[in-house]
T-cell receptor
Framework: EAEVAQSPRYKITEKSQAVAFWCDPI?????LYWYRQILGQGPELLVQ????????DSQLPKDRFSAERLKGVDSTLKIQPAELGDSAMYLC?????????????FGPGTRLTVT | GDSVTQMEGPVTLSEEAFLTINCTYT??????LFWYVQYPGEGLQLLLK???ADDKGSNKGFEATYRKETTSFHLEKGSVQVSDSAVYFC???????????WGAGTKLIIKP
């Protein structure tokens, strides 16, 4: 069964350092999502891509966060500089979209700890 | 705007007990409804879904029925196991942009 791949699974970084997360969606899924999840809360959408284009980045803190999906396949989320409040789980999800199908499939996540 | 409300947790049950986790929603139109499950330290997994009124989604012994008259999508299981311990999220779709609106999650603890 196809899965969404994410790496690394865990990342510890010091504040003010740069950090990057990678996501490879399920093959054929045009829509890719990056979420942030604080422990004990639901996921918060950071950015949504349709192919290589950003559909929604209204909740992305653009002063320090950036995301790209250059060839419309895999994607990278970057934080520079990292702050203590960025400690969270970063989840990537993908969906077919455009076919009346709304379900999203999630990767295992990257647990970020900023010290 | 559209929203999802779940019962607060944690919900603590003994093994083999009957489970209900309540979920109600507010939405315009006819959203699709979902239950996702998150085991400790992992990503979210789609548990079941329903796309129209009176549909019943089911998977792994879990069931939920899309009730438009009560705007509800309650999750049920007849006999829970310790391995069902996880956080359960209810969500609905937004027609226009393929985004999901999430409930706050309900932590389920099953004791042997």
């Amino acid at each position: 069964e196809a899965e969404v791949a994410q790496s690394p699974r865990y990342k510890i970084t010091e504040k003010s350092q740069a950090v990057a997360f990678w996501c490879d969606p399920i093959s054929g899924h045009a829509t890719l999502y990056w979420y942030r999840q604080i422990l004990g809360q639901g996921p918060e959408l950071l950015v949504q891509f349709q192919d290589e284009s950003v559909v929604d980045d209204s909740q992305l803190p653009k002063d320090r966060f950036s995301a790209e999906r250059l060839k419309g396949v895999d994607s990278t989320l970057k934080i520079q500089p990292a702050e203590l409040g960025d400690s969270a789980m970063y989840l990537c999800a993908s969906s077919r979209s455009g076919t009346g199908s709304y379900e999203q499939y999630f990767g295992p996540g990257t647990r970020l700890t900023v010290t | 705007g559209d929203s999802v409300t779940q019962m607060e947790g944690p919900v603590t049950l003994s093994e083999e007990a009957f489970l209900t986790i309540n979920c109600t929603y507010t939405a315009t139109g006819y959203p699709s409804l979902f239950w996702y499950v998150q085991y400790p330290g992992e990503g979210l997994q789609l548990l079941l879904k329903a796309t129209k009124a009176d549909d019943k989604g089911s998977n792994k012994g879990f069931e939920a029925t899309y009730r438009k008259e009560t705007t509800s999508f309650h999750l049920e299981k007849g006999s829970v196991q310790v391995s069902d311990s996880a956080v359960y999220f209810c969500a609905l779709s937004k027609d226009s942009n393929y985004q999901l609106i999430w409930g706050a999650g309900t932590k389920l603890i099953i004791k042997p």
